[in-house]
C-alpha cells in the first residue's frame, strides 16, 4: 500500500504542495467548525476531522493522534487501525521532552533498521508497522501532543507529505487551543481558574504519595531486600512514568557499586542497555550512581547525551533515553546501594521529586539495616543450637533456682534422661549423686549470695550420676552470665571413662616398655606429647659415653654434624602433623667412631584423637649401610662391565665382516684371501675366549667348574705356557726373563687350568706394560709354607692403591680409558683368583702406585711325588677315514657353514633344518655320524631326536654329537642322558672338528675290516 501512495521524485514541489494545500482548504472549515462547538466532544470531533484530512492527503495505513492530559500524561486520543495493545504499550511515550521549546519531527523509513528506536522497536514491528512519521502538536512554545502517521511497509516520507503532515498537526494545535481557552475562559468566569491547578498539583501529590505508600507496603512484606528490589523498581518506575530502572549494590568493601537488579516497562525493548549495566562496574564518582554515591544526595541529568559523567551515553542514545535521576540508598552515612530511573524525553530537575526520593532511599536504609540485624540475630542462634546440637560434650543450663532449661542431645545419651523430662526438673535430681548433693545445694547458695564459687570458672573431675543409678566419672566446665533476674548457669561435661582407663593403660604400658627396654639391644626412648625427651634406654648411654644427666644440646654432640639439622627437622615436622617419624644418622661412639642408625619413633593417640606420647628405637645399621654400599659399588661395576662386554664382542664383527667382503671380491687374490681368513680365524677364536671367560666366571661363582687333578711338576707347566704366550709378548715389544728351580714343583691340580692361570696373569702384564717393558716371571719353593710360589713382575702402570683390594673383583678394571691396549673384559684376574682358591691356594697383588709397575703372586700347596710309571704303548689311530654324516641345525646359515667345511675335507654330509626332517633323512642315509643341535625349533628338540635314534634299530649305531651353545653341566648330564656320545659346545674349531671325525671313521673302517 505504501508503494502504491509513493510521491514521484519527479514532480514539482510547487504543484504537489498546492494540491495539498487545496484539500486541506476544503476540510478546514470542519476544524473551525469544530472548535467552536460549544459542546465537550469538541476535542474528539476535531481530531477526527483531522485524521479525516489526513486520509485524504497523505493516505497513510494507520494513524493516531496523542495530547497531554490534566495530569501531563500523553494519552491516545484519536487513532485509525491501530490495536488496544499496541496502543496500552505506546500510550506515556514520547520522543521529546514536554519542557522542549521547538521539537523536531521524527521520520523513521524503515523501522527495522532506524537508529534510536531500540526502546520500542519490537512493539512497533509486531503491530505490522514499518514507517512512521511523529510530527509535534505544539502551540506558543508548548507541547500540547503528536500526530503519527505508519505505512505497513518501508516508506521514503516526501517532503510534501511532511509538510501536509505540519499543517495538519498546526491546525489541531490551533483549534485545540481555542477549545481550551475558551474553556479555560469560562472557568475563569465562574472562578474555577485556581481550583483547576490546585486539582492537577494535588492529583501529582496524589500519585507520588501512592508511589511512597506503595513502597511502605512492599518493605513491610518482604523478607529481605533481593525480594523487595524488583517490587520497588516496578512500582516507582510505572508511578513516575519511566522506561528503565536499576538497582546498584556496594559491593562490601569493594571501591565500585555493581548493578543487581534493572526493571523495563511493558512494550519497551532495552536488553542491550539491560545487559551493559549489569556487565559493569563503577567507581565511586564514576557515572550516575557513581555520583550518588559519593555525594550522598539524589542527582538529575536532563539530558543525558549532554553530561561529560555518563559513560553509557551511546547506549542510551541509541535506544531512545534522554534523561534520568538517582537516589542513594543509605544508614546514616553509609552508602549501602543507589536506585536510578530514566525516561524517553528531556525532563527539568524535579526537587520535590528528589525529596520523596531521597526519603524513600532512606527507608529502604532502615529497611535493610533491620533486616540484617534480624539475620544476624537468627544466624548467631542457629549457629548456637548447632553448635549444643552436635556438640560431643553434654551441654545442660540451669537457672538460679536450680532448674533444668537445657538439655543437648549428648545429655540424653550420657544420662538416659530425655529432654523433655529434664527440662524443668532440679539438676541434683538428673546427674548428682545423693552423696553429692547438699554439697551442691550450698555451693550455689553461697554463689547466688557472695559470688565466691569453687566450680564455677574451672574444669573439674569428678562423679556423675546416670538415671539409672550408675556412676561416671566426668569433666565438668561451668560458666556463669547474669541476667535480669539472676544468674544462668552452663554446664559442659564429657564422659571421661575412657580417658581414664587408657590412662592407666598408658601408665602400665610405660611401666613395660621401661623393663623391655633395659635388656634390649636397641636404643629404646620415650617423648611427651610435646616432644620433650623424657626416658632414654641404657644402651644410648652405654655406646655413646653420655650421662643422664646432660641437656638436649650436649647430646646432640653426638649425632654427626652433617646429620644433625636434617634430622631435627624431620623431628619437627612429625611433631607438628602427628604422623610417624624415621631418619637414618650417623651416631658417635665412645671410642669415637661414628656408626649408621635407623631411629623410628610412633605416636600414640588418646581417645579424643590427640597425641598422648611418642615411642621410639633406635637401631644399628652400619653393617647394612656398609652391605648396600657395596651393593651399589658392585652394581656400577656391572654397569659398567656390560658396557665393556658389548665393546668387546662388537669389535671383533667388524674385521670379520671386512674379511667377508674381501673373500666375496672377484678380483681378490690368493694372498688376499688367505689374510682374510686369517682375520676371521683370530677374530673368532678372540670371541670364543671371551665367551669362555664369561662360562668360567659363572661355573666358578657356582662352584661347577669340574677340576681333573693329576700330579704335576708346576716347573714345566710354567715354562711351556711362558714359550706359548712369548710370541705376543715380544711382538708389544717387551722382554721376558723366566726365572725357574732346577728341582720339581709338585703340586695337585688341573693342568689346562693352571696353564689358564699362568696365562692369564701373563696377558695382564702384556696388556699394562708400555712398549719396551719387562715381564719377570720367577717360580721357587717355600718349604717353611709347604707352598710352590709363583710371581710375575711387570714394569708397566702400576695399580692405585685403592684397587688393590679389589683387583681380583668380577668386572673390575683397574684402567677405565676407551684407549686401554688389548681390550677384554676385567674377568681374566677374577677368573685368577677363582681358580686359585679351587687348588687350595692363593693370590695376591702388590704395587708401588701408578707408574711404578705391580706384580701378582700365587701359592699353591705343594704335595708328594708320583710313584714312577712304565711308559706305555702309544699306537697312532689312522685318521684317513672319511664319514657319513647328518647335520641337524635350524640355523640354516650355520647349517650350510658346517655342511660346507666337511665337505671340503672329504666327508659326505647332509643337512636337515628340523628334528622331524632329521630322523627321517636318518632312516634313508644311515649316517656314521650325527651332528645334532639341542634347541631346535618346529617341536621336536635335540633331545627328543637323540632318543629317537636310539630307540630305532637301523639308526642305533651311529655315533651321536650334541653341537650346541649350552655348556653347563646339566647341559652335558641331560645330552648324555638323552643318548649323545659326545657334547661340543659352540663355537667348534673346523680342524678339530674335522680330526675327530676321521678319528671315528678311522674306528668305524677298522671295526669293519
Given at each position: 500500500?505504501?508503494?502504491?501512495?509513493?510521491?514521484?521524485?519527479?514532480?514539482?514541489?510547487?504543484?504537489?504542495?498546492?494540491?495539498?494545500?487545496?484539500?486541506?482548504?476544503?476540510?478546514?472549515?470542519?476544524?473551525?467548525?469544530?472548535?467552536?462547538?460549544?459542546?465537550?466532544?469538541?476535542?474528539?470531533?476535531?481530531?477526527?476531522?483531522?485524521?479525516?484530512?489526513?486520509?485524504?492527503?497523505?493516505?497513510?495505513?494507520?494513524?493516531?493522534?496523542?495530547?497531554?492530559?490534566?495530569?501531563?500524561?500523553?494519552?491516545?486520543?484519536?487513532?485509525?487501525?491501530?490495536?488496544?495493545?499496541?496502543?496500552?504499550?505506546?500510550?506515556?511515550?514520547?520522543?521529546?521532552?514536554?519542557?522542549?521549546?521547538?521539537?523536531?519531527?521524527?521520520?523513521?523509513?524503515?523501522?527495522?533498521?532506524?537508529?534510536?528506536?531500540?526502546?520500542?522497536?519490537?512493539?512497533?514491528?509486531?503491530?505490522?508497522?514499518?514507517?512512521?512519521?511523529?510530527?509535534?502538536?505544539?502551540?506558543?512554545?508548548?507541547?500540547?501532543?503528536?500526530?503519527?502517521?505508519?505505512?505497513?511497509?518501508?516508506?521514503?516520507?516526501?517532503?510534501?507529505?511532511?509538510?501536509?503532515?505540519?499543517?495538519?498537526?498546526?491546525?489541531?494545535?490551533?483549534?485545540?487551543?481555542?477549545?481550551?481557552?475558551?474553556?479555560?475562559?469560562?472557568?475563569?468566569?465562574?472562578?474555577?481558574?485556581?481550583?483547576?491547578?490546585?486539582?492537577?498539583?494535588?492529583?501529582?501529590?496524589?500519585?507520588?504519595?501512592?508511589?511512597?505508600?506503595?513502597?511502605?507496603?512492599?518493605?513491610?512484606?518482604?523478607?529481605?531486600?533481593?525480594?523487595?528490589?524488583?517490587?520497588?523498581?516496578?512500582?516507582?518506575?510505572?508511578?513516575?512514568?519511566?522506561?528503565?530502572?536499576?538497582?546498584?549494590?556496594?559491593?562490601?568493601?569493594?571501591?565500585?557499586?555493581?548493578?543487581?537488579?534493572?526493571?523495563?516497562?511493558?512494550?519497551?525493548?532495552?536488553?542491550?542497555?539491560?545487559?551493559?549495566?549489569?556487565?559493569?562496574?563503577?567507581?565511586?564518582?564514576?557515572?550516575?550512581?557513581?555520583?550518588?554515591?559519593?555525594?550522598?544526595?539524589?542527582?538529575?541529568?536532563?539530558?543525558?547525551?549532554?553530561?561529560?559523567?555518563?559513560?553509557?551515553?551511546?547506549?542510551?542514545?541509541?535506544?531512545?533515553?534522554?534523561?534520568?535521576?538517582?537516589?542513594?540508598?543509605?544508614?546514616?552515612?553509609?552508602?549501602?546501594?543507589?536506585?536510578?530511573?530514566?525516561?524517553?524525553?528531556?525532563?527539568?530537575?524535579?526537587?520535590?521529586?528528589?525529596?520523596?526520593?531521597?526519603?524513600?532511599?532512606?527507608?529502604?536504609?532502615?529497611?535493610?539495616?533491620?533486616?540484617?540485624?534480624?539475620?544476624?540475630?537468627?544466624?548467631?542462634?542457629?549457629?548456637?543450637?548447632?553448635?549444643i546440637g552436635a556438640a560431643l560434650d553434654a551441654v545442660i543450663t540451669m537457672d538460679s533456682g536450680g532448674i533444668v532449661t537445657g538439655w543437648n542431645s549428648q545429655a540424653e545419651r550420657l544420662f538416659g534422661w530425655t529432654r523433655e523430662e529434664a527440662l524443668g526438673r532440679r539438676l541434683e535430681e538428673?546427674?548428682?549423686?545423693?552423696?553429692?548433693?547438699?554439697?551442691?545445694?550450698?555451693?550455689?547458695?553461697?554463689?547466688?549470695?557472695?559470688?565466691?564459687?569453687?566450680?564455677?570458672?574451672?574444669?573439674?573431675?569428678?562423679?556423675?550420676?546416670?538415671?539409672?543409678?550408675?556412676?561416671?566419672?566426668?569433666?565438668?566446665?561451668?560458666?556463669?552470665?547474669?541476667?535480669?533476674?539472676?544468674?544462668?548457669?552452663?554446664?559442659?561435661?564429657?564422659?571421661?571413662?575412657?580417658?581414664?582407663?587408657?590412662?592407666?593403660?598408658?601408665?602400665?604400658?610405660?611401666?613395660?616398655?621401661?623393663?623391655?627396654?633395659?635388656?634390649?639391644?636397641?636404643?629404646?626412648?620415650?617423648?611427651?606429647?610435646?616432644?620433650?625427651?623424657?626416658?632414654?634406654?641404657?644402651?644410648?648411654?652405654?655406646?655413646?659415653?653420655?650421662?643422664?644427666?646432660?641437656?638436649?644440646?650436649?647430646?646432640?654432640?653426638?649425632?654427626?654434624?652433617?646429620?644433625?639439622?636434617?634430622?631435627?627437622?624431620?623431628?619437627?615436622?612429625?611433631?607438628?602433623?602427628?604422623?610417624?617419624?624415621?631418619?637414618?644418622?650417623?651416631?658417635?661412639?665412645?671410642?669415637?667412631?661414628?656408626?649408621?642408625?635407623?631411629?623410628?619413633?610412633?605416636?600414640?593417640?588418646?581417645?579424643?584423637?590427640?597425641?598422648?606420647?611418642?615411642?621410639?628405637?633406635?637401631?644399628?645399621?652400619?653393617?647394612?649401610?656398609?652391605?648396600?654400599?657395596?651393593?651399589?659399588?658392585?652394581?656400577?661395576?656391572?654397569?659398567?662391565?656390560?658396557?665393556?662386554?658389548?665393546?668387546?664382542?662388537?669389535?671383533?664383527?667388524?674385521?670379520?665382516?671386512?674379511?667377508?667382503?674381501?673373500?666375496?671380491?672377484?678380483?681378490?687374490?690368493?694372498?688376499?684371501?688367505?689374510?682374510?681368513?686369517?682375520?676371521?680365524?683370530?677374530?673368532?677364536?678372540?670371541?670364543?675366549?671371551?665367551?669362555?671367560?664369561?662360562?668360567?666366571?659363572?661355573?666358578?661363582?657356582?662352584?661347577?667348574?669340574?677340576?681333573?687333578?693329576?700330579?704335576?711338576?708346576?716347573?714345566?707347566?710354567?715354562?711351556?705356557?711362558?714359550?706359548?704366550?712369548?710370541?705376543?709378548?715380544?711382538?708389544?715389544?717387551?722382554?721376558?726373563?723366566?726365572?725357574?728351580?732346577?728341582?720339581?714343583?709338585?703340586?695337585?691340580?688341573?693342568?689346562?687350568?693352571?696353564?689358564?692361570?699362568?696365562?692369564?696373569?701373563?696377558?695382564?702384564?702384556?696388556?699394562?706394560?708400555?712398549?719396551?717393558?719387562?715381564?719377570?716371571?720367577?717360580?721357587?719353593?717355600?718349604?717353611?709354607?709347604?707352598?710352590?710360589?709363583?710371581?710375575?713382575?711387570?714394569?708397566?702402570?702400576?695399580?692405585?692403591?685403592?684397587?688393590?683390594?679389589?683387583?681380583?673383583?668380577?668386572?673390575?678394571?683397574?684402567?677405565?680409558?676407551?684407549?686401554?691396549?688389548?681390550?677384554?673384559?676385567?674377568?681374566?684376574?677374577?677368573?685368577?683368583k677363582g681358580l686359585v682358591q679351587l687348588h687350595g691356594g692363593s693370590v695376591h697383588a702388590f704395587s708401588e702406585g701408578l707408574g711404578k709397575g705391580s706384580e701378582f703372586s700365587i701359592r699353591l700347596p705343594l704335595c708328594a711325588a708320583p710313584a714312577p710309571r712304565a711308559p706305555e704303548e702309544v699306537?697312532?689311530?689312522?685318521?684317513?677315514?672319511?664319514?657319513?654324516?647328518?647335520?641337524?641345525?635350524?640355523?640354516?646359515?650355520?647349517?650350510?657353514?658346517?655342511?660346507?667345511?666337511?665337505?671340503?675335507?672329504?666327508?659326505?654330509?647332509?643337512?636337515?633344518?628340523?628334528?622331524?626332517?632329521?630322523?627321517?633323512?636318518?632312516?634313508?642315509?644311515?649316517?656314521?655320524?650325527?651332528?645334532?643341535?639341542?634347541?631346535?625349533?618346529?617341536?621336536?628338540?635335540?633331545?627328543?631326536?637323540?632318543?629317537?635314534?636310539?630307540?630305532?634299530?637301523?639308526?642305533?649305531?651311529?655315533?651321536?654329537?650334541?653341537?650346541?651353545?649350552?655348556?653347563?653341566?646339566?647341559?652335558?648330564?641331560?645330552?648324555?642322558?638323552?643318548?649323545?656320545?659326545?657334547?661340543?659346545?659352540?663355537?667348534?674349531?673346523?680342524?678339530?672338528?674335522?680330526?675327530?671325525?676321521?678319528?671315528?671313521?678311522?674306528?668305524?673302517?677298522?671295526?669293519?675290516?
Amino acid at each position: 500500500m505504501a508503494g502504491a501512495h509513493a510521491r514521484s521524485p519527479s514532480l514539482e514541489h510547487l504543484q504537489a504542495l498546492a494540491e495539498m494545500a487545496e484539500r486541506i482548504a476544503r476540510n478546514s472549515w470542519g476544524l473551525t467548525a469544530a472548535s467552536k462547538a460549544p459542546d465537550p466532544c469538541a476535542e474528539s470531533g476535531i481530531l477526527r476531522i483531522a485524521l479525516d484530512c489526513l486520509d485524504e492527503t497523505v493516505r497513510p495505513d494507520r494513524s493516531p493522534v496523542l495530547l497531554y492530559d490534566l495530569d501531563g500524561e500523553l494519552r491516545f486520543k484519536a487513532w485509525r487501525n491501530l490495536s488496544e495493545e499496541f496502543r496500552r504499550k505506546m500510550e506515556g511515550h514520547s520522543p521529546w521532552s514536554r519542557s522542549e521549546k521547538k521539537p523536531a519531527p521524527l521520520v523513521l523509513p524503515d523501522i527495522a533498521v532506524a537508529p534510536g528506536v531500540d526502546l520500542f522497536r519490537a512493539t512497533i514491528l509486531e503491530e505490522g508497522i514499518r514507517s512512521a512519521a511523529l510530527l509535534p502538536i505544539a502551540s506558543g512554545g508548548s507541547l500540547l501532543g503528536r500526530l503519527s502517521f505508519h505505512f505497513n511497509e518501508p516508506h521514503r516520507f516526501s517532503k510534501e507529505e511532511l509538510h501536509a503532515g505540519r499543517m495538519i498537526a498546526a491546525q489541531i494545535a490551533l483549534a485545540i487551543e481555542k477549545a481550551r481557552a475558551r474553556e479555560e475562559l469560562r472557568l475563569q468566569r465562574a472562578g474555577a481558574t485556581q481550583a483547576l491547578e490546585d486539582a492537577m498539583e494535588r492529583r501529582v501529590a496524589e500519585r507520588r504519595l501512592a508511589s511512597v505508600h506503595a513502597v511502605t507496603r512492599i518493605l513491610a512484606d518482604a523478607h529481605s531486600l533481593a525480594e523487595a528490589v524488583p517490587r520497588i523498581l516496578c512500582s516507582l518506575g510505572e508511578c513516575l512514568g519511566c522506561v528503565f530502572a536499576a538497582f546498584w549494590r556496594v559491593e562490601g568493601n569493594a571501591n565500585f557499586v555493581r548493578c543487581t537488579e534493572t526493571w523495563q516497562a511493558r512494550g519497551v525493548s532495552l536488553e542491550s542497555f539491560d545487559a551493559l549495566c549489569r556487565s559493569m562496574s563503577l567507581e565511586r564518582g564514576v557515572g550516575l550512581p557513581g555520583r550518588v554515591w559519593k555525594s550522598g544526595t539524589p542527582a538529575w541529568i536532563s539530558e543525558l547525551q549532554a553530561d561529560r559523567n555518563f559513560p553509557r551515553f551511546e547506549a542510551a542514545a541509541s535506544v531512545g533515553l534522554r534523561s534520568g535521576f538517582a537516589f542513594p540508598i543509605k544508614i546514616r552515612d553509609r552508602g549501602l546501594g543507589i536506585m536510578e530511573f530514566f525516561l524517553p524525553h528531556r525532563a527539568e530537575p524535579d526537587e520535590r521529586l528528589l525529596d520523596m526520593m531521597s526519603a524513600i532511599g532512606s527507608e529502604i536504609g532502615q529497611f535493610i539495616e533491620r533486616k540484617a540485624a534480624e539475620e544476624a540475630l537468627a544466624a548467631s542462634e542457629e549457629i548456637t543450637r548447632s553448635i549444643i546440637g552436635a556438640a560431643l560434650d553434654a551441654v545442660i543450663t540451669m537457672d538460679s533456682g536450680g532448674i533444668v532449661t537445657g538439655w543437648n542431645s549428648q545429655a540424653e545419651r550420657l544420662f538416659g534422661w530425655t529432654r523433655e523430662e529434664a527440662l524443668g526438673r532440679r539438676l541434683e535430681e538428673t546427674v548428682i549423686p545423693v552423696r553429692h548433693r547438699e554439697r551442691h545445694r550450698a555451693g550455689l547458695q553461697r554463689f547466688l549470695e557472695t559470688g565466691e564459687a569453687t566450680i564455677v570458672g574451672s574444669r573439674v573431675e569428678l562423679e556423675a550420676m546416670r538415671r539409672d543409678g550408675s556412676e561416671l566419672p566426668v569433666e565438668l566446665s561451668m560458666t556463669a552470665i547474669r541476667t535480669g533476674g539472676g544468674y544462668l548457669f552452663s554446664a559442659f561435661v564429657r564422659d571421661i571413662t575412657d580417658r581414664n582407663r587408657e590412662k592407666r593403660l598408658l601408665e602400665e604400658n610405660q611401666l613395660r616398655f621401661r623393663l623391655m627396654a633395659e635388656e634390649a639391644p636397641e636404643i629404646l626412648f620415650t617423648h611427651t606429647a610435646e616432644g620433650a625427651l623424657d626416658y632414654m634406654s641404657p644402651r644410648y648411654f652405654e655406646y655413646t659415653g653420655a650421662t643422664p644427666e646432660m641437656s638436649l644440646e650436649e647430646r646432640a654432640r653426638f649425632t654427626h654434624p652433617e646429620d644433625l639439622e636434617r634430622a631435627m627437622a624431620g623431628w619437627r615436622e612429625s611433631l607438628r602433623l602427628g604422623i610417624p617419624y624415621a631418619a637414618e644418622y650417623r651416631l658417635r661412639g665412645k671410642d669415637g667412631t661414628y656408626r649408621w642408625f635407623h631411629s623410628r619413633s610412633a605416636p600414640l593417640f588418646d581417645a579424643e584423637g590427640r597425641v598422648a606420647k611418642w615411642f621410639g628405637v633406635c637401631s644399628d645399621i652400619d653393617e647394612q649401610k656398609k652391605v648396600s654400599e657395596r651393593l651399589i659399588v658392585a652394581n656400577q661395576a656391572k654397569d659398567e662391565f656390560l658396557a665393556v662386554l658389548a665393546h668387546e664382542l662388537r669389535n671383533p664383527l667388524n674385521p670379520i665382516r671386512s674379511a667377508v667382503h674381501v673373500m666375496n671380491q672377484a678380483g681378490a687374490d690368493d694372498v688376499s684371501r688367505e689374510r682374510a681368513r686369517g682375520i676371521i680365524d683370530r677374530q673368532v677364536r678372540h670371541m670364543a675366549r671371551l665367551v669362555d671367560e664369561l662360562l668360567d666366571v659363572s661355573r666358578i661363582s657356582r662352584g661347577r667348574i669340574p677340576l681333573r687333578r693329576e700330579t704335576l711338576d708346576l716347573v714345566p707347566l710354567v715354562g711351556s705356557t711362558v714359550e706359548d704366550h712369548r710370541g705376543e709378548i715380544e711382538g708389544s715389544g717387551h722382554t721376558v726373563l723366566l726365572d725357574l728351580p732346577t728341582e720339581a714343583l709338585w703340586v695337585s691340580g688341573d693342568p689346562t687350568r693352571l696353564a689358564q692361570i699362568v696365562g692369564n696373569i701373563l696377558q695382564n702384564a702384556n696388556k699394562f706394560t708400555e712398549a719396551g717393558g719387562t715381564i719377570h716371571v720367577r717360580a721357587r719353593c717355600l718349604p717353611e709354607h709347604q707352598v710352590a710360589s709363583l710371581s710375575v713382575r711387570d714394569s708397566g702402570i702400576g695399580i692405585e692403591p685403592r684397587m688393590l683390594e679389589r683387583v681380583f673383583d668380577t668386572f673390575v678394571q683397574a684402567d677405565r680409558s676407551l684407549d686401554h691396549r688389548g681390550g677384554g673384559l676385567g674377568l681374566g684376574l677374577a677368573l685368577v683368583k677363582g681358580l686359585v682358591q679351587l687348588h687350595g691356594g692363593s693370590v695376591h697383588a702388590f704395587s708401588e702406585g701408578l707408574g711404578k709397575g705391580s706384580e701378582f703372586s700365587i701359592r699353591l700347596p705343594l704335595c708328594a711325588a708320583p710313584a714312577p710309571r712304565a711308559p706305555e704303548e702309544v699306537k697312532e689311530l689312522p685318521v684317513t677315514g672319511h664319514c657319513h654324516v647328518l647335520v641337524i641345525e635350524d640355523n640354516r646359515d650355520s647349517g650350510l657353514a658346517m655342511e660346507l667345511a666337511l665337505k671340503l675335507s672329504g666327508h659326505v654330509v647332509k643337512l636337515a633344518c628340523t628334528g622331524k626332517e632329521g630322523v627321517t633323512l636318518a632312516h634313508e642315509f644311515h649316517p656314521d655320524v650325527v651332528l645334532c643341535d639341542i634347541g631346535l625349533e618346529g617341536g621336536m628338540d635335540g633331545y627328543a631326536v637323540a632318543r629317537a635314534l636310539h630307540s630305532d634299530p637301523e639308526c642305533a649305531g651311529s655315533y651321536l654329537v650334541a653341537v650346541t651353545g649350552y655348556g653347563r653341566a646339566e647341559d652335558i648330564r641331560r645330552s648324555r642322558e638323552a643318548g649323545f656320545d659326545l657334547h661340543l659346545t659352540k663355537p667348534i674349531d673346523p680342524k678339530a672338528m674335522d680330526s675327530m671325525l676321521r678319528g671315528i671313521g678311522a674306528r668305524l673302517h677298522t671295526a669293519q675290516a
